[in-house]
């Protein structure tokens, strides 16, 4: 489904999350109707990560579910907005256990690299505090 309905908005992810984001930001959280005041930025951080030099290879096991790295920036950006916190000063991560991960997960434990576990943290409170903003794409190298 996610692969066929990003041909809406020329394959291009950029395209894609600026259309979501501006519908949510000037018709979803102004309206009296749905009433929201805050928003949990779980796609602006994908997107962030993507615009820092993550690939959807280190993001998505395929076109529609994140894959363990991708999950822990989400989990981050919930648990944080939730918790009230504008700031990650640190993560405390740990490895995902082989057990309990789903079957279709690498069969080897999430490891983060000190480069990986940079642009989490860089991206996890870049959506915290631009929810709806997006940073200019690193070029490739």
């Known amino acids: ?3 066929n309905y990003i041909k809406n908005f020329n394959n291009d992810a ?9 519908v949510a ?5 102004p309206n009296e109707v749905y009433g929201f005041s805050d928003v949990i930025p779980g796609g602006s951080v994908i997107q962030y990560a993507r615009n820092m030099g993550m690939t959807d290879r280190d993001l998505f096991r395929d ?8 999950r822990v920036l989400i989990g981050y950006v ?14 405390a991560y740990t490895t995902v256990p082989t057990q309990i991960r789903h079957t279709k ?10 480069e990986q576990y940079d642009m989490a943290l860089a991206a996890i ?14 070029t490739a190298k």
């Open 14 to 22: 950029q395209t894609m999350y600026d259309a979501i984001c501006d």
């Open 63 to 70: 076109y529609a579910h994140k894959s363990d790295y991708g």
């Open 1 to 3: 489904w996610a692969k």
């Open 78 to 91: 919930w648990y944080a907005s939730l918790m009230g916190i504008t700031e990650m000063d640190s993560l």
């Open 105 to 114: 997960s690498p069969k080897v434990d999430l490891v983060l690299t000190q």
């Open 25 to 29: 930001e000037n018709y979803v959280m």
């Open 125 to 138: 409170n870049y959506a915290l505090k631009n929810p709806f903003n997006s940073p200019t794409p690193v």
